[in-house]
């Protein structure tokens, strides 16, 4: 039986929820134009690889719907509601 199928009382500590998607350029380009963030990190590759990522890269908070849907898998109402962000320094 997957966890999916359990009644919450069922849950023990050690079960895990995964969620995996290939990100896309359509992805990436809707995403843009839903969240208003037309980054040119995210959409500009000749942009892109002038930065220290040298490459365009998905737009960050895209990763907090892919956790949200593993989330989703788990039984009950399991809503996220808080994540607290640790970001590297990225001045040197």
């Known amino acids: 039986m997957g966890i999916t199928n359990k009644a919450i009382g069922q849950v023990e ?3 895990r929820s995964s969620f995996s ?3 896309t350029e359509e ?3 809707k995403f843009a134009e839903v969240s208003g963030d037309p980054n040119p990190l995210h959409l500009d590759e000749g942009y892109a690889k002038r930065t220290i ?13 892919l956790v949200s ?7 009950g109402y399991v809503i996220y509601t808080h994540k607290a962000w640790i970001l590297p320094d990225l001045s040197t």
């Open 21 to 23: 998607k290939a990100i």
């Open 13 to 15: 500590v050690g079960f």
């Open 53 to 65: 990522f040298g490459q365009r890269i998905a737009h960050g908070i895209m990763a907090l719907g």
């Open 69 to 75: 849907a593993a989330l989703s898998k788990l039984p």
């Open 27 to 29: 992805d990436i380009r």
